[in-house]
């Protein structure tokens, strides 16, 4: 073990200083550094396990992986009808192999599991990594621990998490080549396989090769001491390093060929350098406002503690002789150099694309830890309590706002966090909400089939759960779609209000009939408003809905006879739904359709039913909008909401989704408020306005107590 008081030596590759040993530390300290050290890395690794996204690429991932199952890798493409029959060249097919045989086996508590190990590994090899640079185990376990957090952001269920683990078990295969240049062997290996689990791993054959030139220069210069000619020079350092440009070509030759793609797969990961992804947010670089993906403060700090470091070890501190940068022999030289370009290689990446924060933070890890070990030794030196005080000043540095962040995933988990719906631990982690959840539902319950328009993130939920469904575009991107879907996309989901000159032909209705796509399947949102007025809510409009759940919208095309049934089916209430909520809901939204023209009264009462099985605000805006075709609309609505206004008052707004409940009471007085000013009544109308006021701040308050 390398306890403090071990003779060391000051150079770019060694991180402790000097000669001779510090005053000796009291024994208990040792085991504390490592067991609070290690404590801090096991919570980092479980805050950022718990962290919550929405990834509609997990369900991707388990189709692809249900494809490999039937030998549809590499066949031509059946999940959209705007692939052209293309091959979509999916560089992940090993990794969402892996995940679909877990789900299988285990279901979501398998994932969940998956999850939990795989980031579990990527702090165990940035450890090991940084180990076989002569880190101690304090330093190592906290850069370990520092270097997961800062990905916090980033990192998920999804091919990338491979990747972040494959690379530092790269690094710490490299490493160990300088005592046994044939475990380059095993890197070789590695490549391979990392060659059909992510696209990650072209970064890994560049740090191979990167890391093959060092280490055959510095094999190369010592073989050079004592020899006259050049080739003997050549044939020693050949006998000692021939291993190394033998498994960099090997290892490309692995990538090239072996693997459902052959040689396109070298190639292909540089398909997303295309302007019409580039658009994407976790392509945005790393300083862009534009972005809404990740943060960006833990990167910038930890690469400005990188950057002060290795300032301070090149510049010296004055008085300090122990400081000062020495001469590095031919080992030091060559992992330096190896050190220096790989780090000006990640952070460029990251700062053009904001995804590698998480790469860039745990390839340079290890490099990291030397800096940190080298600071601590120094420490060590000028007192036996000083380098543990600075460790642990660290350690609490980044224990504190870990513990905050588990405080606050516990209260986001509790299953009455009223901000959330009800939801399982691997729902909630993993954003299941932001799927079309119930919307596949019903089309699968339904046995609806063909050609839809939809969002783009749910291109993985729908072919999961509905093989049936045949989709426009969606997250496999640059993999199989090309610019041209992308720009009709964008067209589709313009608003031709925009754009009144005909010329523009923007005229989604248009485009749709042209696809021969006579379903929508998205989301209630701003992105798609502008397409869901233009096929739902103008009068000359010929679509209507067939499901609605407050949060997705199926919508169909009544030209189209098929989807023209299922509207007719919808009204009739002869669709099967998720559940009655949905099911009461989906009738009244198709009944209001203007296309259909059915008469208000009938509107009224399947909005009523709706509500009376779940209150919505959207069915209580539509009762209020249609209860003005009544005779004395006013005497209706001030009857009809106060007694709503009484249910809602009785129900817990303190349990799961109760937040919900406090809008719609705000909703209800509103309208009240309204109601009586209409009649006159001002003090009637100023105490409802009042009590909608105090729902409000109520609601307000559990948004600023819970996460």
């Known amino acids: 073990m390398d306890r403090p008081g071990k003779k060391t030596t000051n150079s770019p590759g060694a991180p402790a200083v000097g000669t001779g040993s510090p005053a000796a530390a009291p024994p208990w300290l040792w085991p504390v550094e490592v067991g609070v050290t290690l404590a801090v890395a096991v919570l980092a690794i479980g805050a950022i396990w718990g962290e919550p996204r929405p990834i509609g690429d997990l369900y991707a991932g388990l189709t692809v992986g249900q494809d490999v199952m039937d030998g549809k890798l590499g066949q031509p493409d059946d999940w959209s009808y705007m692939s052209d029959g293309r091959v979509a060249v999916n560089q992940n097919w090993g990794t969402h192999f892996l995940t679909y045989l877990v789900y299988e086996a285990a279901g979501p508590v398998g994932l969940l599991v998956l999850k939990a190990v795989m980031i579990g590994l990527t702090g165990l090899f940035i450890i090991l990594a940084a180990r076989q640079r002569k880190v101690s185990w304090p330093v190592a376990l906290l850069v370990a621990g520092a270097a997961i957090a800062a990905g916090r952001s980033y990192i998920d269920m999804r091919a990338n998490l491979t990747t972040l683990t494959v690379a530092p078990l790269a690094l710490w295969l490299l490493f160990k080549t300088r005592q046994n240049v044939h475990w380059i062997w095993a890197v070789m290996v590695l490549n391979g396989v990392w060659a059909n689990m992510h696209g990650g791993f072209i970064f890994g054959l560049g740090m191979t090769a990167l890391w093959a030139g060092a280490l055959l220069m510095q094999r190369t210069v010592e073989a050079a001491s004592g020899r006259a000619s050049a080739w003997a020079v050549l044939r020693a350092a050949g006998r000692a390093a021939w291993p190394l440009p033998v498994a960099v070509v090997g290892s490309v030759l692995l990538a090239g060929f072996a693997n459902p793609y052959g040689l396109r797969n070298l190639v292909f990961p540089f398909q997303i350098l295309d302007p019409a992804w580039q658009r994407l947010n976790e392509w945005q670089p790393l300083l862009s406002e534009k972005a809404r993906f990740g943060t960006t403060w833990e990167f910038l700090t930890l690469m400005g503690i990188l950057g002060g470091l290795l300032l301070l070890r090149v510049a010296g501190i004055p008085g300090v002789r122990s400081s000062y940068l020495r001469r590095p022999n031919l080992q030091q030289a060559a992992m330096g150099l190896f050190d220096l370009v790989l780090a000006a290689v990640v952070i460029g990446m990251t700062f053009k694309a904001r995804r590698f924060v998480p790469l860039s933070v745990i390839v340079l890890g290890p490099f990291l830890a030397v800096q940190l070990e080298w600071l601590v030794g120094l420490l060590r030196r000028a007192d036996r309590y000083l380098g543990p005080a600075a460790l642990g000043a660290m350690t609490v540095a980044l224990g504190v706002p870990l513990l905050l962040d588990a405080h606050k995933l516990m209260r986001l988990y509790d299953p009455r966090n009223p901000l959330r719906p009800a939801e399982t631990l691997f729902e909630r982690m993993h954003g299941t909400a932001a799927q079309p959840v119930g ?269």
Not at 447 to 453: H, L, V
Not at 569 to 576: C, H
Not at 622 to 648: H, M
Not at 667 to 679: F, G, K, P, S
């Open 439 to 707: 919307a596949a539902e019903f089309l699968a319950a339904n046995g609806i089939t063909g050609r839809c328009f939809n969002e783009w993130r749910w291109e993985g939920y729908l072919r999961w759960t509905c093989p049936g469904i045949q989709v426009f575009m969606g997250g496999r991107a640059h993999q199989v779609y090309d610019g041209a879907t992308d720009r009709l996309a964008a067209r589709i989901l313009s608003d031709p209000r925009e754009y009144p000159d005909p010329r523009y032909k923007v005229n989604p209705t248009q485009d749709l009939a042209d696809l021969d796509v006579h379903l929508v399947v998205v989301p209630v949102d701003d992105k798609h408003a502008a397409l869901m007025w233009h096929l739902l809510e103008r009068p000359e409009g010929k679509w209507a809905y067939i499901y609605f759940d407050t949060k997705d919208i199926v919508a169909a095309d009544t030209t189209s006879p098929q989807t023209a049934e299922l509207v007719r089916r919808a009204i009739a209430g002869d669709l099967k739904y998720p559940n009655e909520a949905a099911a009461t809901l989906s009738r009244a939204m198709a009944m209001t359709s203007p296309c259909l023209r059915i008469p208000a009264a009938e509107g009224i009462e399947a909005f009523l039913a709706a509500a009376r099985v779940q209150p919505t605000t959207i069915a209580y805006d539509a009762i209020r909008q249609l209860s003005r075709s009544l005779p004395d609309p006013v005497a209706w609505q001030k009857a009809y909401f106060q007694q709503e206004y009484a249910r809602l008052e009785a129900v817990d707004y303190r349990e799961a989704d109760g937040h919900r409940t406090l809008l719609m009471r705000a909703q209800l007085a509103e309208y009240l408020a309204r109601a009586y000013r209409v009649e006159g009544n001002a003090r009637e109308g100023a105490r409802w306005t009042k009590i909608g006021n105090e729902a409000l701040a109520e609601r307000k308050a559990l948004i600023q107590t819970w996460p």
